[in-house]
């Protein structure tokens, strides 16, 4: 990348007048020369110029309460998707403990990634999780044929934000090398966005999960189906209709 040099030039403007002195023949009288008073001159300085006073903008206070409601009250309804698709709950896989996380990773990264899933759990403070699978119904409505919906709950409101921020990426690059992409789309309080493509049965698939926190909650939606019979503007919907319904859950100090 090229490098913008800006230059500042400074410009010395000197201003000098001179005055021609005109010579006078001498009076052939004398005259008394006058004494010329000169004007005394002025020592008072002028007044100081008043700096306005800049008034500091006050930053926002973060919203820091919580839910008490469990990760299942947070799982995707009817209402969230798209009627024309007919989804149903094809798998409950209910509740994702701390443990099943750490033996999921292990089974997927190998034993060496324990030590990091295990300052995940500590650092953000999770409680529990819960998960479910939805299947379009409709099998001529173009949208996702499955969508994965995961739910995690953290003790605080920072919890939730590092799972997204910090450590789902760090072990989604770890799985699979994908990185977050479209960071001008914004859900909750943090969001992040996956997209690739794969190859499952000779047929390409698009895979795109939408991860957002709000407060201490931390909703995944992901979703597959076949290439190009949906897009990210169809999992945002969903993501968008969700944390609609999560805003009018009751919070506490």
């Known amino acids: 990348m090229k ?10 403007v000197l201003v000098s007048a001179c005055s021609a002195v005109g010579v006078e023949e001498t009076p052939t009288e004398a005259v008394a020369p006058t004494k010329t ?13 008043s700096t306005p006073t800049e008034t500091p903008i006050p930053t926002p206070t973060p919203d820091l309460r919580t839910m008490l409601d469990g990760p299942k009250s947070f799982v995707l309804i009817t209402d969230d998707l798209i009627p024309e698709g007919n989804y149903y709950i094809s798998q409950n896989k209910g509740t994702i403990s701390n443990e099943m996380i750490v033996y999921y ?15 995940y759990l500590q650092e953000t403070n999770r409680l529990d999780g819960y998960s479910q699978v939805w299947t379009r119904g409709n099998w001529a409505y173009e ?22 921020t910090k450590y789902k990426p760090m072990l ?28 499952s049965n000779g047929q390409e698939a698009d895979i795109i999960l939408v991860e957002f926190s709000y407060q201490n909650a931390v909703i995944d939606i992901g979703c597959w ?19 609609a319904r999560l805003q009018e859950l009751p919070l506490e100090e």
């Open 3 to 12: 490098r913008m040099l800006f230059l500042t030039l400074v410009l010395t």
């Open 37 to 49: 008073s000169i004007p005394p001159t002025s020592t008072q300085l002028p007044p100081p110029t």
């Open 105 to 119: 990773f292990a089974q997927q990264l190998g034993t060496d990634t324990a030590g990091l899933v295990d300052l």
């Open 143 to 164: 949208g996702p044929l499955y969508i994965a919906n995961e739910i995690a709950v953290f003790k605080n409101v920072r919890g939730a934000q590092l799972e997204v």
């Open 172 to 199: 989604i690059n770890a799985m699979d090398g994908r990185v977050p992409s479209h960071e001008e789309i914004q859900i909750g309080d943090t969001t992040r966005i996956y997209i690739d493509s794969v190859v």
């Open 225 to 243: 189906g076949e290439k190009g019979k949906y897009t990210l503007d169809d999992v945002v919907t969903i993501a968008q209709n969700v944390f």
